[in-house]
C-alpha cells in the first residue's frame, strides 16, 4: 500500500545519506540540494503530497483528529507530539502517518492500529526530532480509504544532527531494554492507558562522533508491535526522526489483565521484547 512504501523510501533516504549516494526515485524534494534559506521558505508539501499518498487527496480536518506539539521547542532533538482522536470516529481510523515536511526523512513513522487500539478516545504521544522550522502532520486514513491531516507548524532546528548522548559503545550496550507500563484509566469509557519506552540510539545517520571525527552509521528502531494478549494495539514502522530513547504514550481497549507485550526490531535485526511487570533486558 502506498503509504506503507513511503515508510520503506524513508529508511532507504536514511541509508543513501550515510553512504553518501542519491536514491532513484527519492522525490526531488529530498533529493536536490538547496540553498538553506530557500528550503527554509519553500513549501515542500504538495510533492512531499504525492509522493506519500499518491493521487489521493488529503484534507485538513480537525473533526477527525488534533495534533499538539509546542510552537517554539527546548530541545529540536526531543520535540513532543501529541495526536488526539475523538471516540466518535476511533473505530474509523485504521492508519496514522507522522510527517516532518523539511526532515531528511521525512516520514517519522506509519501506525497501523489494531482491534486492541480500542473505540475510545484514542490518544498517541511520542517524541520526534525536527531538522529546521518545519511543519508537523499527522494524517489518518479512514475505513473508506480517505485521509485527513492535523498540522502544527515548529520552530526548531538541528534536531537529526544533534550530538548523541552516549559514546557509541555505551549507547549499543543498553539498547533495546524496556520499560512497559500501565497506567491510569484514560477516559469515561474505560480506555486504558499504556507507555512504552525503549533505550536505543536511534542514529540518524547524521550525527559526528566526537571522538573519532566520522560520522556514526544509521541505526534506528525500525519496527514495533504492541499487543494487548492477542491483539494488536498498534504496529509502528518507523525512521530515523523518532528520537534518541524512544517513547510512547498511548490508548488502548479495556479487557483481560490489561498487560502489555512489545515486539521491536532496529535496523541491524536485533529483536528486542518486553511486556508489564517485566524488567527491561
Known amino acids: 500500500m502506498q503509504p506503507a512504501k513511503s515508510v520503506v523510501t524513508s529508511i532507504l533516504t536514511a541509508a543513501a545519506l550515510v553512504l553518501g549516494a542519491s536514491l532513484i526515485g527519492e522525490p526531488s524534494v529530498a533529493a536536490e540540494p538547496v540553498n538553506g534559506n ?12 504525492k509522493d506519500v499518498f499518491g493521487a489521493k487527496p488529503v484534507n485538513e480536518d480537525t473533526s477527525i483528529l488534533t495534533l499538539q506539539a509546542p510552537v517554539r521547542a527546548d530541545d529540536a532533538a526531543l520535540v513532543p507530539v ?27 513513522a506509519e501506525f497501523e492500529f489494531g482491534p486492541a487500539a480500542g473505540t475510545g478516545d484514542r490518544v498517541l504521544s511520542t517524541r520526534v ?6 511543519n508537523i502532520r499527522a ?28 559514546d557509541t559503545d555505551a549507547a549499543l550496550a543498553d539498547a ?9 484509566t484514560a477516559d469515561a469509557g474505560g480506555s486504558r492507558q499504556g507507555q512504552l519506552m525503549i533505550k536505543h540510539p536511534q542514529y540518524s545517520g547524521l550525527q559526528l562522533n566526537q571522538a573519532t571525527g566520522f560520522y556514526i552509521p544509521a541505526r534506528f528502531v525500525r519496527e514495533i508491535d504492541v499487543k494487548s494478549g492477542d491483539n494488536l494495539v498498534f504496529r509502528m ?45
Open 38 to 49: 530557500a528550503l527554509l521558505e519553500a513549501d515542500l508539501w504538495p510533492a512531499l503530497q
Open 82 to 108: 501529541t495526536i488526539r482522536i475523538p471516540a466518535a470516529v476511533a473505530s474509523r481510523v485504521t492508519k496514522l502517518t507522522l510527517i516532518v515536511d523539511k526532515n531528511p526523512a521525512p516520514v517519522v
Open 129 to 134: 526530532r525536527v531538522d529546521m522550522y518545519s
Open 139 to 166: 494524517v489518518a486514513e479512514t475505513s473508506d480509504g480517505t485521509l485527513h491531516m492535523a498540522t502544527q507548524f515548529v520552530k526548531a532546528a538541528g534536531g537529526c544532527s544533534a550530538p548523541a548522548l552516549k
Open 176 to 184: 533495546g531494554r524496556m520499560i512497559v507500563r500501565t497506567l491510569e
Open 237 to 281: 514502522i518507523g525512521g530515523i526522526s523518532i528520537s534518541e530513547d524512544p517513547n510512547f504514550r498511548f490508548t488502548y481497549a479495556p479487557g483481560g489483565d490489561g498487560s502489555l507485550d512489545v515486539t521491536a526490531v532496529d535496523t541491524e535485526g536485533k529483536v528486542f521484547t518486553g511486556r508489564t511487570g517485566a524488567k527491561g533486558s
